[in-house]
């Protein structure tokens, strides 16, 4: 069993940058692909960025290329979503989830543990 907890979400105003962590405990931590999700209000909670085993590949959602770096350091069992030129629609609930095959995933079904959320509120 893997415990996940999210930190570092927060009220920012448009341009701004956040970073989010997820402490992780239990399970393997540095054999498992790790991802970051966000679920807006009345929407389905949707792919955002992940991170494979090795931390040597990365992939990220359309609508984030370029402002947001995921990272993991595995001595402390973290995963980071660095977001930079936050935007109103990047409000959201982000989620963090572990997969544990290695190598990434991009769908909810793939992941098999997942923390409580934190929110992230962009204000215009």
């Known amino acids: 069993q893997v415990q996940l907890v999210e930190s570092g979400g927060g009220l920012v105003q448009a341009g701004g940058s956040l970073r989010l962590s997820c402490a992780a405990s239990?399970?393997?931590?540095?054999?498992?692909?790790l991802g970051w999700f966000r679920q807006a209000p009345g929407k389905e909670r949707r792919f955002v960025a992940a991170i494979s085993w090795s931390g040597a590949m990365s992939y990220y959602g359309d609508s984030v290329k370029g402002r947001f770096t995921i990272s993991r350091d595995d001595a402390m069992n973290t995963v980071h979503l660095r977001m930079n030129n936050l935007k109103p629609e990047d409000t959201a609930v982000y989620y963090c989830?572990?997969?544990?095959?290695?190598?990434?995933?991009?769908?909810?079904?793939?992941?098999?543990?997942w923390g409580q959320g934190t929110q992230v509120t962009v204000s215009s």
């Open positions: 239990g399970g393997t931590f540095s054999s498992y692909a």
């Open positions: 989830a572990v997969r544990k095959a290695g190598n990434i995933g991009r769908a909810r079904a793939e992941y098999d543990y």
